[in-house]
């Protein structure tokens, strides 16, 4: 009898085979058919997701190099501003250097008030149209003058404007102060206005506002 009963039991690999049938026939229908169907989507959404890092990852790096174009251009800003524009405030140390480059021997070097000029102009940013007196004496032969007169006028990054200019020609050598004043050189006395458009004022700017750009005058 125990050798029949033997002889009845199910081969192991019988079993496994079955059950591996099972599972696939449980798998392909739950899993794999699901997935499949899904695959090109989830392709897509891959391709998608990637795409948009590298969107944002591109985005990154233009932001970063937009910020370092503004800082230089920030940089370069501020850089043009202190080169191409003179004020009341600089205006002395401006004109100094030229007088300086020159050498016209200065005995007097003043400058007046800040005052609004009548035209009422006024630059695009609101800043209304200024001048300020600054009275120069002092002695040059001809040629420095009229180098001088150029710088100012044609060199300068102020907006300079000769107003008066007066001269008498020294007669025979003198002694003025430290220095030799030549027979044939001129005492000169001269009245130069410097434009500019005062950046601690604003105005409100109308349709009938005469406007400027703030470099000129």
Do not use: C
């Not at 001088?148 to 107003?163: H, I, P, Q, T």
């Amino acid at each position: 009898m125990a050798k029949n009963n033997d002889n009845k039991k199910i081969p192991g690999a019988v079993i496994a085979i079955v059950a591996v049938v099972v599972a696939v026939a449980v798998f392909v229908p739950t899993v794999y058919m699901p997935y499949k169907n899904k695959k090109p989507v989830m392709d897509s959404e891959h391709a998608e997701a990637v795409a948009t890092l590298e969107y944002y990852d591109q985005s990154i790096q233009n932001q970063a190099a937009i910020e370092k174009d503004i800082e230089e251009l920030e940089k370069e800003w501020e850089e043009f501003q202190d080169e191409m524009f003179v004020d009341a405030e600089q205006s002395l140390d401006d004109l100094q250097k030229s007088i300086d480059d020159v050498g016209i021997y200065l005995t007097s070097f003043v400058r007046g008030n800040e005052t609004e000029d009548e035209s009422h102009k006024v630059s695009f940013t609101g800043s209304p149209l200024y001048y300020v007196s600054i009275k120069i004496s002092g002695y040059a032969d001809q040629e420095k003058l009229l180098e001088f007169l150029n710088k100012v006028e044609e060199e300068s990054v102020g907006r300079y404007y000769v107003k008066t200019l007066s001269a008498n020609t020294v007669d025979e050598d003198k002694e003025v102060g430290k220095y030799t004043a030549k027979k044939g050189e001129l005492n000169v006395n001269m009245d130069i206005y410097l434009y500019y458009y005062n950046q601690d004022i604003k105005v409100e700017i109308t349709s009938d506002t005469d406007t400027e750009t703030d470099t000129e005058a």
